[in-house]
């Protein structure tokens, strides 16, 4: 059974800090993606990440995978109120066979504050 | 172009009742998966369904079912609600089921 896991799954920091999510899993698997979720708001996609070594960066996130590891990693830098959310990570276990499903991590609480 | 529309937004349900919940994929997207999020036990996959066909099944009873319509809109049924059910139901549409998914707002199921 393919396990993810997230940690903190609370972090609260100052604006202007820098701080990283870590993400491991399981099983072997090259696809994984970084979600977002607002207070009762849906999933938003961050990250797609799809092989070894891939490194996304949008504005002050930048999130990378390591296959080997079976690691992936959020990096928030220099943060600001507005990324206050909870992000989950996902991973794809997929085969060839057709979609297993995601498997989300439990989520890290992301607190931003002045 | 339009994203991922669920409906309804909100439901309260009585325990003992079924109930029916409705997702549009992206326009050409022939993948629907649904997921269940409560706090306790967070994301949970429920299944997926791309041209008709149910290919996997999360580990859910039997109450919980799908299906996929020939336009790729999907509907999952829940019958003999339970207090537990209570939830937040979130449908993803992608083009392949292995490519990026997009989530819906959601649906917001309360049972009393």
């Known amino acids: 059974?393919?396990?993810?896991?997230?940690?903190?799954?609370?972090?609260?920091?100052?604006?202007?800090?820098?701080?990283?999510?870590?993400?491991?899993?399981?099983?072997?698997?090259?696809?994984?993606?970084?979600?977002?979720q607002d207070p009762g708001k849906s999933l938003e996609s961050l990250f797609v990440l799809l092989s070894n070594g891939a490194v996304k960066q949008?504005?002050?996130?930048?999130?990378?995978?390591?296959?080997?590891?079976?690691?992936?990693?959020?990096?928030?830098?220099?943060?600001?109120?507005?990324?206050?959310a909870t992000y989950f990570?996902?991973?794809?276990?997929?085969?060839?066979?057709?979609?297993?499903?995601?498997t989300f991590g439990k989520g890290t609480h992301l607190i931003i504050q002045p | 172009k339009a994203g991922v529309?669920?409906?309804?937004?909100?439901?309260?349900?009585?325990?003992?009742?079924?109930v029916t919940l409705s997702c549009s994929p992206i326009s050409g997207h022939r993948s629907v998966s649904w997921y269940q999020q409560t706090p306790g036990q967070g994301l949970q996959f429920?299944?997926?369904?791309?041209?008709?066909?149910?290919?996997?099944?999360?580990?859910?009873?039997?109450?919980?079912?799908?299906r996929q319509f020939s336009n790729s809109r999907s509907e999952m049924n829940v019958s003999t609600l339970e207090l537990g059910d209570s939830a937040?139901?979130?449908?993803?549409?992608?083009?392949?089921?292995?490519?990026?998914?997009?989530?819906g707002q959601g649906t917001r199921l309360t049972v009393v």
């Open chain 2, 46 to 66: 429920l299944f997926e369904y791309f041209s008709e066909t149910q290919r996997n099944k999360g580990n859910f009873p039997g109450r919980f079912s799908g």
């Open chain 1, 89 to 102: 990570c996902a991973v794809d276990p997929y085969s060839g066979g057709g979609a297993d499903g995601l």
């Open chain 1, 58 to 84: 949008e504005g002050r996130l930048m999130a990378s995978l390591d296959t080997k590891a079976r690691l992936s990693t959020l990096h928030i830098t220099a943060a600001v109120h507005d990324l206050s």
């Open chain 2, 5 to 18: 529309t669920q409906t309804p937004r909100y439901l309260i349900k009585t325990r003992g009742q079924q």
């Open chain 1, 1 to 36: 059974e393919l396990k993810v896991e997230q940690n903190p799954l609370f972090l609260s920091m100052q604006e202007g800090k820098n701080y990283t999510i870590y993400c491991n899993y399981s099983t072997t698997s090259d696809r994984l993606y970084w979600y977002r």
């Open chain 2, 88 to 103: 937040l139901y979130l449908c993803a549409s992608s083009y392949r089921g292995y490519t990026e998914a997009f989530f």
